[in-house]
């Protein structure tokens, strides 16, 4: 088992939907959650971070985190086309003056159709 | 400076032939990422530096792999006698702290 599985895709929905993307993990040190953002041919980039159970807003973003369950979401509201790109779930583990590197999800590939 | 910058952005080589990629990172980030990304899957954690120290390398990173961070600025990640399986997107990211995570746009490798 990965320690990290994100819903397989890829994702189709029309303009103005909720669009609800998921992540599972069972490493349970893992401490802080992010969500990125990855267009064809570009580098990741960092849409939300969260490091607590609970939900983060920003903008038409949400992002859920619920540790007991190890689960993590994101909720795009009011999808646009502009959406439309591969988001990917990542995380990691605080080490004091260390490597803070990332687990990432496989991704999925959202389509938002005008 | 705006972002990560790595060169080149595409690179093709044959199979045997060794090549080298440079990441520039943020210039106050002190840490600096190698990830590779295959098709269809989230970037893989290569190795890491904290101004010019290589702290960690993945199992990923074989011995045909070598990265170096001079002087604690730009990055170089080279690949000897490059494989087929080798091809890939690799990316680089700098931070300051763990939630400044910067990706550069990746130098996508294609071995003939």
């Known amino acids: 088992q990965k320690e990290v599985e994100q819903d397989p895709g890829p994702l189709s929905v029309p303009e103005g939907a909720i669009v609800s993307l998921n992540c599972t993990y069972s490493?349970?040190?893992?401490?802080?959650f992010m969500w990125y953002r990855q267009y064809s041919r570009k580098g990741p980039e960092l849409l939300m971070y969260?490091?607590?159970?609970g939900n983060k807003e920003d903008g038409r973003f949400t992002a859920q985190v619920d540790k007991s369950s190890k689960y993590i979401s994101l909720f795009i509201r009011d999808s646009q086309p502009s959406d439309s790109a591969t988001y990917l779930c990542?995380?990691?583990?605080?080490?004091?003056?260390?490597?803070?590197?990332?687990?990432f999800g496989k991704g999925i590939t959202l389509s938002v159709r005008p | 400076d705006t972002g990560v910058s790595q060169n080149p952005r595409h690179k093709i080589t044959k199979r045997g032939q060794n090549v080298t990629f440079r990441c520039d990172p943020i210039?106050?980030?002190?840490?600096l990422y190698w990830y590779r990304q295959t098709l269809g899957q989230g970037p893989e954690f290569l190795t890491y530096?904290?101004?010019?120290?290589?702290?960690?390398k993945s199992r990923l990173l074989s011995d045909r792999f070598s990265a170096e961070r001079p002087k604690g600025s730009f990055s170089t990640l080279e690949i000897q006698r490059t494989e087929q399986g080798d091809s890939a997107m690799y990316l680089c990211?700098?931070?300051?702290?763990?939630?400044?995570?910067?990706f550069g746009s990746g130098t996508r490798l294609t071995v003939v």
């Open positions: 990211a700098s931070s300051l702290v763990e939630d400044g995570y910067t």
């Open positions: 969260t490091y607590s159970s």
């Open positions: 530096f904290q101004n010019e120290a290589q702290l960690e």
């Open positions: 990542a995380m990691g583990i605080y080490y004091t003056g260390a490597n803070s590197k990332l687990t």
């Open positions: 490493n349970s040190a893992f401490q802080y």
């Open positions: 210039s106050e980030h002190n840490r």
